[in-house]
Each structure stands twice: as C-alpha cells, then as structure tokens.
C-alpha cells in the first residue's frame, strides 16, 4: 500500500488516477474501489469520467459512508478516528486478497 501525503494542490489525487489508469491497461477484469472522503464523491467521479472513459465500468468510488452500506454493515455513527480504526482493521485482515497503490 503507497500513503500518499502532501499539501493541498500537490498532486495526489492525479497520481492516483494515473495509477487506476495504469492498471486497468493491465489487468481489464478486476474491479477497482477508490474509497474517498463524502464531500468529493461527485466529483471524482466526474473527473474519472473524463480520464477513464471506456474503462470506468471498472472502477468505483465510494466513501465511507457508502462502503459501509453497500457491505450492509450495521454501525452507529462514528468518528473520524473510530472508521479509520475499522478501516485499518478490515485492510489488514483482507491485505493478502487486495491490491493497493
């Protein structure tokens, strides 16, 4: 998994479109999950439209909030700190079934 860190503007969310588009021109049959804040969904979205068009059949954006219901996971509201510890714990005990960058 790459961590990508770095001020506003910098570059981070191209990097990884530039990595989705890298490996759908490899690997056209796996599905890909981008999981971002709520607040950008839309526009992601919109922004992939644009870059991946055919490809993006292959790859969902979701937030948090829509992962935990697509998986119809019952939980109470939480915290920033409380989903990146859930988060933290489903990664690592599905780590060797996911590919991340």
């Known amino acids: 998994m790459d961590i990508l860190i770095g001020s506003l503007g910098s570059g981070k969310t191209y990097m990884c479109y530039r990595k989705i588009k890298e490996t759908l021109k490899v690997n056209k049959k796996d599905k890909i999950i981008m999981i971002i804040p709520d607040q950008f969904s839309l526009e ?17 954006v979701l937030s948090f909030n829509n992962l935990v219901q697509k ?13 990146i510890m859930i988060l933290k714990k489903v990664i690592e005990e599905h780590k060797k079934e996911l590919s991340f960058f």
């Open 44 to 60: 992601v979205q919109r922004e992939l439209i644009d870059i991946l068009a055919p490809g993006l059949l292959l790859v969902e």
């Open 71 to 83: 998986a119809n996971i019952k939980v109470p509201i939480l915290d920033d700190l409380e989903r």
